[in-house]
């Protein structure tokens, strides 16, 4: 059952550790298939140099197994919120990077301070409200999606322009068109984490990125006019 996407999903749980944003077993990847509505995920506890294809466990939207003989991550029903209130994302990434877990630990949205940034998130990354005690003690991972879909709703960000959150006191979550392009942008997320901080070191007084160069590094890359890359061709 959906064994496309299992090598997917594989591939890209295997690049957390490739790129150095897991350790031990502190991560998890998904995938989505919106026809069959149906998500492969990695199993919980599960070591990376242990992982494969076969091993990755097949849910249903309600978090129900369809196929699999490990339980799923423990994150299972954090993804399930953002598939759902997210419809146009394909993949989801989870992990404890160091940089991104320091600024979700110090509580603080990521600022857009350089094209870096602007290249693949359209402002800031946000970092969550802290978790309430009935939150927390209820169905807390359940409750970890559904903060992280207030935060983009309360500030009106658009989350497949920003496909980045910092769960506050936890990690962070990125999501994207599929299992390798979330992974691509946490890959990311943790670099502009990392910049971000020595750039408030040497001067706490950076400014935000100036609008005008926001917008022409985003949109170069990003929607109808993006102009970034190669198109494909057709060989003849």
């Given at each position: 059952?959906?064994?496309?996407?299992?090598?997917?999903?594989?591939?890209?749980?295997?690049?957390?550790?490739?790129?150095?944003?897991?350790?031990?077993?502190?991560?998890?990847?998904?995938?989505?298939?919106?026809?069959?509505?149906?998500?492969?995920?990695?199993?919980?506890?599960?070591?990376?140099?242990?992982?494969?294809?076969?091993?990755?466990?097949?849910?249903?939207?309600?978090?129900?197994?369809?196929?699999?003989?490990?339980?799923?991550?423990?994150?299972?029903?954090?993804?399930?919120?953002?598939?759902?209130?997210?419809?146009?994302?394909g993949g989801v990434v989870h992990t404890h990077s160091t940089w991104a877990t320091i600024w979700s630990q110090a509580g603080l949205d990521v600022p857009s301070l350089g094209t870096?940034?602007?290249?693949?998130?359209?402002?800031?990354?946000?970092?969550?409200?802290?978790?309430?005690?009935?939150?927390?003690?209820?169905?807390?991972?359940?409750?970890?999606?559904?903060?992280?879909?207030?935060?983009?709703?309360?500030?009106?960000?658009?989350?497949?322009?920003?496909?980045?959150?910092?769960?506050?006191?936890?990690?962070p979550f990125t999501w994207g068109k599929s299992a390798d392009d979330a992974l691509h942008n946490a890959v990311i997320l943790e670099e502009v984490c990392k910049m971000t901080y020595?750039?408030?070191?040497?001067?706490?007084?950076?400014?935000?990125?100036?609008?005008?160069?926001?917008?022409?590094?985003?949109?170069?890359?990003?929607?109808?006019?993006?102009?970034?890359?190669?198109?494909?061709?057709?060989?003849?």
């Amino acid at each position: 059952m959906l064994e496309q996407l299992k090598e997917q999903v594989l591939k890209a749980n295997l690049g957390l550790p490739k790129h150095r944003l897991v350790t031990f077993t502190w991560g998890n990847v998904s995938a989505i298939d919106r026809e069959a509505g149906l998500i492969v995920i990695k199993p919980s506890g599960v070591a990376y140099e242990d992982l494969k294809a076969e091993d990755l466990v097949v849910v249903d939207l309600d978090g129900n197994v369809v196929e699999g003989s490990y339980k799923p991550s423990s994150d299972t029903s954090t993804h399930l919120v953002l598939y759902k209130k997210f419809p146009d994302i394909g993949g989801v990434v989870h992990t404890h990077s160091t940089w991104a877990t320091i600024w979700s630990q110090a509580g603080l949205d990521v600022p857009s301070l350089g094209t870096t940034q602007a290249d693949t998130f359209y402002g800031t990354v946000p970092c969550t409200r802290n978790m309430t005690r009935k939150e927390i003690r209820g169905d807390y991972e359940l409750e970890t999606g559904n903060v992280i879909v207030e935060t983009f709703d309360k500030r009106d960000i658009d989350p497949n322009q920003v496909p980045a959150v910092l769960v506050n006191s936890h990690g962070p979550f990125t999501w994207g068109k599929s299992a390798d392009d979330a992974l691509h942008n946490a890959v990311i997320l943790e670099e502009v984490c990392k910049m971000t901080y020595y750039t408030l070191k040497l001067n706490q007084d950076t400014p935000y990125i100036d609008q005008n160069l926001l917008d022409k590094h985003y949109f170069r890359k990003h929607g109808k006019n993006a102009y970034y890359g190669q198109d494909r061709m057709v060989l003849k």
